[in-house]
């Protein structure tokens, strides 16, 4: 584990340096998406920043509401602090930084929400190998398989050994980004973006079941819940636009767009 790179008098944070990472993938794909669509590349600069300003807004936000009794002797101090970012937050925040974007540039719709479905799955993808490399905790459960780990030297460290959630989110979701890139131009506006509900639901549900988050409801972690709740507004939305005219373009499906 590196949770911190030494540069002489310089220290940088692992999973800071994945966090821009991320973003910086997000916004090469959006630039790459946005030029294919006729719109200014530029645009990619604008989205991202609306989406990192929104998402550090909505994480911080999140993580005192879920926090509340720990942080409420001193909420302003809290709310500044760089510490603590909850990632359903910051999909929250970041979305209504984005809507507010599209609003603000007239491309206010579902060409907007498609654009930023392989983005999301790509910034994730890379964002968990910061939470692998810094060993912040988000780990799995005891484990005794193969490819168990221990984080001694992690942010929040453990000598016994475990499941690597994280590489299996990396993983899991590396894979959704690819295939929400190469179907970009196989459906129509709104069904990549609810695609990606699903995708992004079923992977955090499924990975909870052995990650180390306490049980609030059935069994069931508070990620699980939100989880859910992603998964059956993308299943709903699918199968409306089924009923309403299918998923694909009109004509049939054009040939699959190669990354």
Sequence with gaps: MQPEIDLGPLTLKTFGIMFSLAFL???AVSARRFKELGKPVDWAYEISFAALLGGLVGARLYFIVQNYDDVKDDLLGNLFSGAGLVWYGGVIGGTLGVLAWGWWRGFF????????????ALGYAIGRIGCQVSGDGDYGKAWGGPWAMAYPDGTVPTDQEVHPTPIYETLAMGLVALFL???RDRFRPG??????????????FLVEFIRRNNDVVAGLTAPQLESLALLAAGVVWLALARRRGGWQVQGGPPRMATA
């Design 181 to 183: 890139w190469r179907w």
């Design 191 to 204: 069904i990549l973006f609810a695609l990606y509900l699903v995708f992004a639901g079923l992977e955090r």
């Design 25 to 27: 993938a997000a916004g």
């Design 109 to 120: 719709g579902l060409q907007l929400l498609d654009l930023c479905a392989a983005p999301l």
